[in-house]
């Protein structure tokens, strides 16, 4: 059993990436694993006088992170990149420079929206934040997600249409997680 963070970009309460994140970890492949959601909206702006004294929202992120086997980073697309509150969170986990919490830990990077590139520029501005940050990354399959109706059922799972696919992005992305235990 592997213990995954799921850190979700967007802080809105009926977030298609919130509702798609929590339909993931409800997806038979997901079984026997543990999924615990990150509190990113609780975290102060990043700010380098606070290294020496991080906020205990900082702490407990690192702390979470730190416990973890992975990382699922599950991203809208603002203005073609991240949301801030996303950098926001992998900023404050980072730092100070040479204690990252993010270092080593494998990680997976999917993410919907309702363009029909999915995130497919927020992901790639993803994956170069990550590779800076040491994190082993899951290069394929990429999973750039519309979101449409059907994607997500009324009872909160992946759709018929969309779960074989999704399925095997988190097995692939679980199957990365298996390599990189200790």
Known sequence: MSKIVVVVGSLRAESYN??????????????????????????PLYD????????????????????????IFVTPEYNRS????????????????????????????????VGAIGTALSQQHLRNVLAYLDMPTLGAP???IQWKDGLITPDGTVGEQSAGFVGGWLEAFLALVDR???
């Open 48 to 71: 380098q006088d606070d290294d020496g004294d991080q906020a205990q929202p900082v702490k407990d992120l690192k702390a979470l992170v730190r416990s973890s086997d992975g990382v």
């Open 82 to 113: 991240i949301p801030g509150v996303l950098k926001n969170a992998i900023d404050n986990a980072s730092r100070p420079y040479g204690d990252s919490a993010w270092a080593g830990k494998p990680a997976g990077v999917i993410g919907v929206s």
């Open 18 to 43: 919130r509702q798609f994140a929590e339909a993931l970890t409800r997806l038979p492949a997901a079984s026997g694993h543990e999924f615990v959601f990150a509190d990113i909206g609780a975290l």
């Open 142 to 144: 990429e999973a750039f």
């Open 180 to 182: 990189h235990k200790d």
